[in-house]
T-cell receptor, first 116, second 113 residues
Framework: SAVISQKPSRDICQRGTSLTIQCQVD?????MFWYRQQPGQSLTLIAT?????????ESGFVIDKFPISRPNLTFSTLTVSNMSPEDSSIYLC?????????????FGSGTRLTVV | AQSVTQPDIHITVSEGASLELRCNYS??????LFWYVQSPGQGLQLLLK??????LVQGIKGFEAEFKRSQSSFNLRKPSVHWSDAAEYFC???????????FGTGTRLTIIP
């Protein structure tokens, strides 16, 4: 399965600032996703990162707050903008591999963000 | 809309005892079902998945799960747990033509000696 490198692994940021999280995959993948895991909670899909076009955001998430780039099939970034303490979460990158009835989802190790 | 329910927020079992974690899903077509484990401070690791065929699926670390369409369930089992199994377990669903993976709220497993 694909190996995902996610950076940074953790950060402490001041409110009002922005943080960009990078996701690098060791192989070309069509489907890339960004998730948020708030403290003690499950994973919530933020958006699907589309190569060469704008990301597709889930309800409750907007591009101005979570801009996403996907310049090629192996790399994506998620920016958390104008941060507040409520943005303190783990952010995870994920890729879908395989097709038809045999695909799976692989996750990066996550970025633990604390906003103070 | 698709959804996953994990009724048990926290389960405590003794080391060596058997384990069953419950998962119920809602999906309008044939579901693709997954179980992931997340150890403290770690990422998510896939334990097993079901797409079609045999409804009893074997996974890593001695886990298995059974798909029961009539009950909309995909419960995870292990005959004898080890202290290293203490973690958070997530059930998730997607489906044919649907790229999104939807997670349940998770079950935290504690192992007592």
């Amino acid at each position: 399965s694909a190996v995902i490198s996610q950076k940074p692994s953790r950060d402490i940021c001041q409110r009002g600032t922005s943080l960009t999280i990078q996701c690098q995959v060791d192989s070309q993948v069509t489907m890339m996703f960004w998730y948020r895991q708030q403290p003690g909670q499950s994973l919530t899909l933020i958006a699907t990162a589309n190569q060469g076009s704008e990301a597709t955001y889930e309800s409750g998430f907007v591009i101005d707050k979570f801009p996403i780039s996907r310049p090629n099939l192996t790399f994506s970034t998620l920016t958390v903008s104008n941060m507040s303490p409520e943005d303190s979460s783990i952010y995870l990158c994920s890729v879908r591999e395989g097709t038809g009835g045999g695909y799976g989802y692989t996750f990066g190790s996550g970025t633990r963000l604390t906003v103070v | 809309a698709q959804s996953v329910t994990q009724p048990d927020i926290h389960i405590t079992v003794s080391e060596g005892a058997s384990l069953e974690l419950r998962c119920n899903y809602s999906y309008g077509a044939t579901p693709y079902l997954f179980w992931y484990v997340q150890s403290p401070g770690q990422g998510l690791q896939l334990l097993l998945k079901y797409f079609s065929g045999d409804t009893l699926v074997q996974g890593i670390k001695g886990f298995e799960a059974e798909f029961k369409r009539s009950q909309s369930s995909f419960n995870l089992r292990k005959p004898s747990v080890h202290w290293s199994d203490a973690a958070e377990y997530f059930c998730a669903v997607s489906g044919f033509g649907n790229e999104k993976l939807t997670f349940g709220t998770g079950t935290r497993l504690t192992i007592i000696p």
